[in-house]
């Protein structure tokens, strides 16, 4: 049972950044691609990122947050990382990464079946 543990969310100003973590310490994260995912008040999660396993060569991202959030991650402390920059106040939800076994966020990274474990979720509000 591979257990993910998030953090970094808060609250943040409008065009400020917040980097999110992901990181599992009983087990490797480098055979698993890491989606992110957020889910807005009374609403479905949605995908937001993916990085592909082992060397993250392969990134997918959500057309809404495109040029603005990046996907990487660093195998030596088993964590996953979403950088997200010029935030908005329509990023305001909870973020979850999740964790896909030799995933390759193709075009079924948006899907939540593809996903075999997953973070509690953080919080993160963009407010002035």
């Known amino acids: 049972q591979l257990r993910l543990v998030e953090a970094g969310g808060g609250l943040v100003q409008p065009g400020g950044s917040l980097r999110l973590s992901c990181a599992t310490s009983?087990?490797?994260?480098?055979?698993?691609?890491v989606g992110w995912f957020r889910q807005f008040p009374g609403k479905e999660r949605e995908a937001v990122s993916c990085?592909?396993?082992?060397?993250?060569?392969?990134?997918n991202y959500a057309d809404s947050v495109k040029g603005r959030f990046t996907a990487s991650r660093d195998n030596a402390k088993n964590t996953a990382y979403l950088q997200m920059d010029t935030l908005r106040p329509e990023d305001t939800a909870i973020y979850y990464c999740a964790a896909d076994l030799w995933g390759d966020c193709g075009a079924s990274y948006s899907s939540e079946r593809e996903y075999d474990y997953w973070g509690q979720g953080t919080q993160v509000t963009v407010s002035s």
């Open positions: 990085i592909s396993h082992t060397d993250g060569t392969t990134t």
């Open positions: 009983q087990y490797t994260l480098d055979y698993y691609a």
